[in-house]
């Protein structure tokens, strides 16, 4: 067994299964779809919306596709591409929205909007409110990634400054019906959660989002205080919605990799959601009892986990969670032999850096050390990239074309 290899193998093939397009024609063929505007967002924007132009072809009258830069694999008959910014909104996010928004404008009850929506949404979809300002709205979420807030907290914000958000966009384009392929990148499965539920009524309201910038001690000017006044929509009648893929999915393949490839596997939580460098001491901790005491399973083993961390930024390094939580991890299993921790993005990017995640063992630290670093002072500045590059322990994929959350390995033997 070669540990590496195998926890790359497991990747490669989860990421695969949980790619968007089978899992798309798949629904697209049960359902009886007519006079369909298709608006896909997200970073699996792009190969959702081939997918479902290969599969409804002509009945598919015009569209727009809206996902990361180099997310994009080239022209779709029929419909418009636009690459924006992520994880904060920029320019062409403000230009792509409204011209999805002109795409949809007057459509009757005969008409079926087809949302193809994946995580990476809330920043790719977005117009805001009102007197809201594209760079106040750029402020609040980098002060909100930087926070330690998690999805579900930096959304209600987000959905009470827009104008697509929180069901706004479904309301706009009443009476047409809409129709929700989602690849969930939420925990919980939120609908009202995953891209800041454009097309979902919101639980959330405008009091959540105030206690939320006042938790975090999120600073905002005056205006936008002002359009957080106004309720987002609470009911909605012209929706019908199917999550299609989800971290549960990807763990269960990761599982049954493993246990191909010879390892005994287990699934630990497919819901992990905490603080990235604390998950990543947990998990090197597990690591530890599992190379000395064979616990919770005899060696050969594979530990999966999934799930989203959070990053608390302090220091003015470079990362991202899934690096953070390697090099945490790394700290913890340092002298170690025969075994490997990885933690990895499925949609192939971690933070704002060309690295999926990272991949550690037992001398990731001593690698880093011998380059006359500290692993605990490079972690404490948040610059798990320079420290896990320096360590060759860089995981990088490209751009998947899916995002189901985060995939963390442990394996031993």
Not at 213 to 219: D, G, T
Not at 239 to 244: L, R
Not at 295 to 314: S, Y
Request: hydrophobic share 40%; charged share 25%; net charge negative.
């Amino acid at each position: 067994m070669n540990l590496r290899l195998d926890a790359l193998t497991i990747v490669e093939e989860t990421i695969g299964f949980v790619l968007p397009d089978v899992a798309v024609r798949k629904k697209l063929e049960e359902l009886e779809l007519s006079n369909v505007v298709l608006v896909a967002i997200g970073k699996a924007a792009w190969r959702m919306a081939k997918a479902a132009k290969e599969t409804l072809k002509e009945n598919i009258k015009k569209g727009i596709v809206i996902t990361k830069y180099g997310h994009s694999e080239g022209e779709i008959e029929n419909l418009e591409i636009y690459e924006a910014g992520h994880p904060i909104p920029d320019e062409n996010t403000i230009k792509a929205t409204e011209r999805a928004l002109e795409i949809v404008e007057g459509l009757s009850e005969k008409d079926t909007v087809l949302f193809l929506v994946s995580g990476g949404g809330s920043a790719l979809f977005e117009k805001p409110k009102g007197t809201v300002t594209l760079q106040q709205l750029q402020n609040i979420t980098d002060q909100l990634l930087r926070s330690g807030a998690n999805i579900e907290e930096i959304n209600a914000v987000r959905k009470h400054l827009s104008e697509v958000k929180g069901g706004r966009f479904a309301q706009k384009v009443q009476p047409a019906r809409v129709v929700c392929l989602i690849l969930s990148d939420v925990l919980s499965n939120r609908l009202d959660v995953i891209a800041s539920g454009p097309a979902h009524p919101d639980a959330s309201s405008c009091e959540d989002a105030l206690r939320i910038l006042e938790r975090y001690n999120i600073k905002v000017d005056e205006n936008v205080l002002e359009e957080l006044k106004e309720e987002t929509p609470k009911q909605l009648s012209n929706v019908e919605s199917y999550i299609i893929a989800d971290v549960k999915l990807a763990c269960e393949k990761a599982v049954e990799v493993a246990r191909r490839l010879g390892y005994s596997a287990t699934i630990l939580t497919s819901s992990l959601d905490c603080e990235a460098r604390e998950a990543g001491f947990f998990i090197g901790a597990i690591a530890r009892e599992i190379v000395l005491h064979e616990r919770p399973l005899k060696k050969p083993c594979a530990i999966v986990l999934g799930g989203e961390t959070v990053v608390r930024v302090k220091g003015k390094g470079k990362g991202g969670r899934n690096q953070e939580l390697a090099l945490a991890a790394a700290i913890k299993i340092a002298g170690l032999e025969n075994v490997v921790v990885c933690s990895v993005g499925t949609d192939g990017t971690d933070g704002p850096t060309d690295a999926a995640g990272g991949i550690v063992d037992g001398r990731t630290v001593q690698r880093i050390k011998d380059a006359g670093f500290d692993p605990a002072e490079l972690l404490e500045d948040n610059n798990s990239y320079q420290a896990l590059k320096i360590a060759g322990d860089l995981l990088i994929t490209g751009p998947t074309g899916t995002n189901v959350n985060d995939l963390i390995l442990i394996l031993a033997r």
